[in-house]
């Protein structure tokens, strides 16, 4: 999902006569964070210098007909915020300040060489990216504008660029989320009151839609799969998964059917996610897809839509961070702790996130599925070794909504072989202390976990969403 960014440089025209070239020389460097956002897949609308309010309004008239997700207003040198501040409040997005010298240091020798003072004042001009970053960090703050502030050089300071990159990719996390349309099919596990949520605010705070969906639409689905649909779902499915030799075929048939019947109320829904639980009664046509969709919402998690099990609304939002940011995102709760070795066990019984494996990711049958009703298949795996994230979206008492996270390592050892997913996972707090404090954020008893240590992308996208982040460790 490419971003579209707003770009422009911010000067002075009464400096352009006065100092031969430096004009030039300040495009140029915009030219160089024009080309330096392109490679980072953003789609840059560059409005050049903007040193004047009369350049202020055509620039701004100019994006009222194209669509603009972020700002990125360099301070090439000194310029007035009255000059900005009219533009920036018409575009009416998040800012982000480069306030970027051209090299890490400033050139007193340089400086001290050139025998004309009047020059030596347009090089130090040059080198002035700092000047307007407290009185534009002043006028913003009245106005009530969100911004983010970057000082660093345009050279030989990559942190600059990776600080950049990561609110890129966070703005990417918040218009896939404004994008992304969750289903929610049958109804809470009766009395699991830590997953009940309130979709009304999670929309609003999050951006989501939410699509209530009804079970006879997927039995329906479930009735129309034709043989060469269940042929093609077969092939997914050896592809992707080892079967147990100990699946019943009926069971496996089962579940083929009922996956691609998933895979039509997604597509004829236009959704990005789905939360789901039922149970019905025994020997209900209902309780016959509920207790064959593990295998299907695996692939579809696999696939980049992730489902979450009992009806958990708030964590198949998490996982859909996940997913956005290419970490995976795989649904899981505590599972156990192993003190001696200071490590805790979390997993669940799907669906599960193969593409985020250590080795085979495996298809088993299960005689009885713990708390609901009926038999089936089930994924038992294990995530990969490695630096991993668990996040939890939580609401508290006042709606307000959390972004939960804490970054450790999944670690090799052993797991409970009882067809689920299931892993070792270790924290900078000792086991008994995560498991602590992670209680005590308040989250729901599920989270997601995915691959790679994100917290810094999480804590700008809570900015961006304007909810609050907590760190647990």
Known sequence: MSLNVALFGIGLDTYWPQFSGLEQRLTGYLQQIDQRLTKLNATVINGGLIDSVAKADTFATQLQSQPVDAIVLYISTYALSSTVLPLVQKINKPVIILALQPELGLPYGKIRDMADRGERTGEWLAHCQACSAPELANVFNRAGIRYQLLVGALQGDEYVWQQTEQWLQALEVQKGLAACQVGVLGHYYDGMVDVYSNMTNLSARLGVRFKPLEMCELA??????????????????????????????????????????????????????????????????????????????????????????????????????????????????????????????WGHDGPAHPLMAQGDVRLVPLPVYHGKPGKGVSIQ??????????????????????????EGQAVTGEVLDIGNTNSRYRFPLSARDFTTQWCLGGPAHHCAIGLGHQGEVLEKLAWLLDVQSVKIC
């Open 381 to 406: 795996m294990t995530v990969k070794p490695g630096p991993v994230t668990f996040l939890s979206i939580v609401e508290d008492a006042q709606n307000g909504v959390r972004l939960q996270y804490a």
């Open 220 to 345: 329906e689905y479930r009735e129309q799969v034709a043989a060469d649909t269940s042929t093609q779902k077969w092939q997914e499915v050896e592809a992707s998964l080892q079967i147990d030799p100990a699946c019943e075929k009926a069971e496996l048939d089962r579940a083929v059917q009922t996956a691609c019947a998933m895979d039509k109320l997604i597509e004829n829904n236009h959704l990005g996610a789905l939360a789901y639980y039922y149970e019905g009664r025994n020997g209900n046509a209902y309780e016959n897809i509920i207790t064959s969709i593990i295998l299907g919402n695996t692939l579809l998690t696999q696939r980049g839509v992730p489902v979450a099990g009992e009806y958990e609304i708030k964590n198949v939002l998490a996982m859909k961070i996940q997913q956005l940011l290419g970490a995976g995102g795989s649904f899981s709760e505590p599972y156990g702790i192993e003190f001696a070795d200071d490590v805790v066990l």
